[in-house]
């Protein structure tokens, strides 16, 4: 059997992307100035920009970003930190088979900002959720979670 092939959409600097990279062929971000970008260069990983300012809809965005995916026959889309609140167009097409890393133990937090609520709620523990992308934001049965405590004195940026 071989080995599925992955894609990894993200916007910001890759530190997910990072740590999937071994299992990882293809990075797919959304931002040509997206330091994943370069991070996926140096792994020597397939790398592609689907600029989302470059089309009048989402529709449109989210239709160029699956021929690229569906060009390189991709089985399974990672989002990892990946900034765009994908459609139902896009979550049809890879049903099952596309997972979200979030910085939150869901359902606890969903969206952005996930630390900063954490701390102003007096939260004891913080942690990030693998799950399946549904249609509603953050709301995908979970796969993993990982758990880490809030130490006193701790910020969102730690």
Not at 18 to 47: M, W
Not at 75 to 104: C, K, Q, W
């Amino acid at each position: 059997m071989s080995r599925p092939r992955i894609a990894v959409l993200a916007s910001g600097r890759g530190s997910n992307m990072e740590a999937i990279a071994d299992a990882c062929a293809d990075v797919l971000a959304n931002d040509a100035q997206a330091r994943v970008l370069q991070s996926a260069e140096q792994r020597g990983l397939s790398r592609v920009c689907v600029e989302h300012r470059a089309f009048e809809d989402r529709e449109g965005f989210e239709q160029a970003m699956l021929a690229e995916l569906r060009a390189k026959n991709i089985d399974l889309v990672v989002l990892a930190g990946f900034m765009r609140i994908l459609t139902p167009l896009f979550i049809r097409e890879y049903y099952g088979s596309l997972l979200n890393i979030h910085p939150s133990l869901l359902p606890k937090y969903p969206g952005l900002h996930t630390h900063q609520r954490a701390l102003d709620a007096g939260d004891r523990e913080a942690g990030a959720t693998v799950h399946f992308v549904i249609p509603e934001l953050d709301a995908g049965p979970a796969i993993i979670q990982a758990r880490v405590p809030i130490n006193e004195g701790d910020r969102a940026e730690d």
